[in-house]
């Protein structure tokens, strides 16, 4: 199947730092890839679309500012957590689809376990 | 916007069938998918259901019904492998998915 990497798998950084994650289509083209964050225990709560060479379409609630994302290519989209805060501590997950070879698919990539000291 | 409803936690054992159920109110439902996500991993995709009926995969099945927005998972011959968060996601007009809140299953020996 198709591999999604996500990079780094884990970080810890200060508060009012921040941080940037990496997720990367390895063997396909993606030109949607979405960003997921996790609680403990909770569901996958969408926090935005990343369309390259557009502009992201983030969910209600999501502050853009703060949550900067870039779809530079077809095969890399970064989130970048700006300032980060201890509740901003988190399961960061992206997928991304393949399009037409299996449109109902969405491929994971491992997650980022953020944790803001 | 859409919603789902799944089980908080189901416990079973051994070799055991369980049946993980998700109902849905949505607006632009295209169809239903499946998640298999162990503790600190990714979510692994397991089915994707667009049409009424089961859809057989070894020893998971999965089944919808859009007349009653309803759907199930079921999972035959457990093992203990099988101790995971499942997630129903409903796809959104076909742009996104929204996820189910999980449901925590528990295998006993």
């Known amino acids: 199947g198709a591999v999604v990497s996500q990079h780094p798998s884990r970080v810890i950084c200060k508060s009012g730092t921040s941080v940037k994650i990496e997720c990367r289509s390895l063997d396909f083209q993606a030109t949607t890839m979405f960003w997921y964050r996790q609680f403990p225990k909770q569901s996958l709560m969408l926090m935005a679309t990343s369309n390259e060479g557009s502009k992201a379409t983030y969910e209600q609630g999501v502050e853009k500012d703060k949550f900067l994302i870039n779809h530079a290519s077809l095969t890399l989209s970064t989130l970048t957590v700006t300032s980060a805060h201890p509740e901003d501590s988190s399961f960061y997950i992206c997928s991304a689809e393949t399009g037409d070879l299996s449109p109902w698919e969405a491929f994971f990539g491992q997650g980022t376990r953020l944790t803001v000291v | 916007g859409q919603s789902l409803e799944q089980p908080s936690e189901v416990t079973a054992v051994e070799g055991a069938i369980v049946q993980i159920n998700c109902t849905y109110q949505t607006s632009g439902f295209y169809g239903l998918s499946w998640y298999q996500q162990h503790d600190g991993g990714a979510p692994t995709f397991l089915s994707y259901n667009a049409l009424d009926g089961l859809e057989e995969t070894g020893r998971f099945s999965s089944f919808l019904s859009r007349s009653d927005s309803y759907g199930y998972l079921l999972l035959q011959e457990l093992q203990m492998k099988d101790s995971a968060s499942y997630f129903c996601?409903?796809?959104?007009?076909?742009?996104?998915?929204?996820f189910g809140p999980g449901t925590r299953l528990s295998v006993l020996p």
């Open positions: 996601a409903a796809d959104n007009y076909g742009q996104n998915f929204v």
